[in-house]
């Protein structure tokens, strides 16, 4: 379905050097856009351009931290210059520290919700005027189950992941007569490097009991994969949501409907 195409679009996706930006660039790619990514570790960087590359796809990468407003508007002019003005924005780039809050410092709270929050703040504002010029865009905020739930040592991500939400709501309600589509992803638990700690064997060789925890309270009976991202996030970024605003699409095999299985 053409609706479905990004041909002759350009999509930046911040943070893509892997993981699940990684794959949301790669499918975009493969819908038809010109893609960028940005990381702030130059090894990164080349391992991912080196990635992209064996893929068949000639991504544009940038070393900028989405922290730094001034990189930022750095990076969004050379992205102008090179390939185009930005039609499609995914706020990927985010960490997690795992601390119990009352051992956490505040620098350390400060730092996940800079670049959880501030960060799809400011990469927004650096791209909603161009998007606007243009008459169209669309932004894609990566939320969390956490933008609902909280648990144990994850405090910051939780008020960081609770605020994007807020945050791609706002966008919708502001910009929404622009023609600018803002809406959310909520991913499950999705084995990539941010949640390998989480699924590391146990020395005896049994699987973690986070792990095992997941796997009783997620009716698919797995973690995601970043793949399991990837129809969604071309969905929100493709012609064929021009009417969906404002709203987080929780991707997660289920597990924000199910109580979990009796033990
Ligand atoms: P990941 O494997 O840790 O990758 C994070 C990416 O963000 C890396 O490319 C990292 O590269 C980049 N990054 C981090 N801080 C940055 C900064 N200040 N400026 C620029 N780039 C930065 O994470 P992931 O699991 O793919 O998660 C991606 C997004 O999905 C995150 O927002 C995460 O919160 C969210 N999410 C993940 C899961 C999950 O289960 N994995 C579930 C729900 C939501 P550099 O370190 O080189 O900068
Ligand atoms: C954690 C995990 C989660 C996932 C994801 C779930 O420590 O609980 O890292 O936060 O990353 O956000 O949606």
Redesign the pocket.
Known sequence: MEDFSLEGRVALV????????FAIAKAYADAGARVAF????RE?LEQALDQYHENGIDAKGYL????DEKQVQSMVDQIRKELGTIDILVN?????KRIPMTEMSVEEFRQVVD??LN?PFIMSKAVIPHMAEKGHGKIIN????MSELGRETVSA?AAA?GGLKMLTKNICSEYGHCNIQCNGI?????A????APLRERQPDGRRHPFDRFIISKTPAERW?V?EDLTGPAVFLASRASDFVNGQILYVDGGILSYIGRQP
């Open positions: 911040t943070g893509g050097a892997y993981g699940i930006g940005n990381c702030r570790s990164h900028c931290d989405v922290t990927n780039a985010g960490i997690i670049i959880d960060a990566i939320c969390s189950m991500y992941k909520g991913p499950g638990y999705i990539t490097p941010q949640t995601g970043p």
